[in-house]
């Protein structure tokens, strides 16, 4: 029986690592499958892990009916993998459900529960509401004290914020510096240190973010190839 399941965590906790593995454990499998990502750190049309690891994928912008596109490229009772779902939006989480009740396809999301301020994204309280099973992923992430991370924190310029956009695209690896404008990066944080406004101490400013690698290949599988570019075949680990 399809299910729509959400696993969500903090930022680091390896969400797009497990999409990833996911995709490829059910392609691997003889399944056909359908990734699909929004604002993806590394680009539109792309799912990248901290770890160096990427797929391309499909974008999901606020347009997009998810419907139509999974029912053109999914047949019934095959897969769609889906990544950033927090910021979906809660009609295109119906057309997921949708998809999993009326055409029998799996439906695996991976997303953050909640933003900077610790208010839950709109496509992610949907998924609570709408989803089969619930995963939280149990991957330990901490806050620099110690504690259990739990506010994906927005730092401009190096400061903790509380207000601004909900959405404004950044990575938790520092940058060189920010050609136009503020820098802005996140630090998952315990509730404390996110009330009290308080980042690591002596957080290095000067890295850069990771380059993702990539695991080449296309956006999903073709249904008429189960081989493809990830058969037989792990991934370099990345440098360093």
């Not at 490829?24 to 690891?53: F, I, K, N, P, Y």
Request: aromatic share 6%; net charge neutral.
């Amino acid at each position: 029986m399809a299910e729509l399941r959400f696993s969500y965590g903090v930022m680091s906790a390896g969400k797009s690592t497990l999409a990833l593995q996911v995709e490829h454990t059910w392609t691997e499998a003889g399944r056909c499958g359908l990734l699909l990502t929004s604002h993806d750190r590394g680009g539109a049309g792309r799912v990248t892990s901290r770890l160096g690891m990427g797929r391309p994928a499909v974008e999901v912008s606020a347009g997009t009916d998810l419907w139509a596109v999974v029912g053109r490229a999914v047949p019934p009772a095959d897969f769609v993998v889906a990544d950033e779902a927090q910021f979906y939006t809660p009609a295109q989480v119906d057309q997921l459900a949708r998809c999993v009740d009326e055409r029998d396809v799996d439906v695996a999301c991976f997303g953050l529960l909640s933003d900077f301020a610790g208010r839950m994204f709109p496509g992610s309280a949907r998924l609570v509401e709408m989803a089969d099973v619930l995963v939280p992923l149990p991957l330990p992430v901490l806050c620099w004290c110690g504690r259990p991370a739990r506010i994906n924190a927005r730092l401009v310029d190096g400061v903790v914020v509380h207000e601004g956009e909900q959405v404004l695209l950044g990575d938790t690896a520092p940058v060189e510096g920010a050609l136009f404008g503020p820098e802005v990066r996140y630090q998952v944080l315990c509730r404390r240190h996110w009330a009290r406004r308080e980042p690591a101490p002596g957080a290095d400013r000067s890295g850069g973010a990771r380059r993702a690698g990539d695991l080449s290949g296309a956006a999903g599988r073709s249904c008429t190839d189960r081989g493809g570019p990830l058969s037989g075949r792990r991934p370099a680990p990345p440098a360093g």
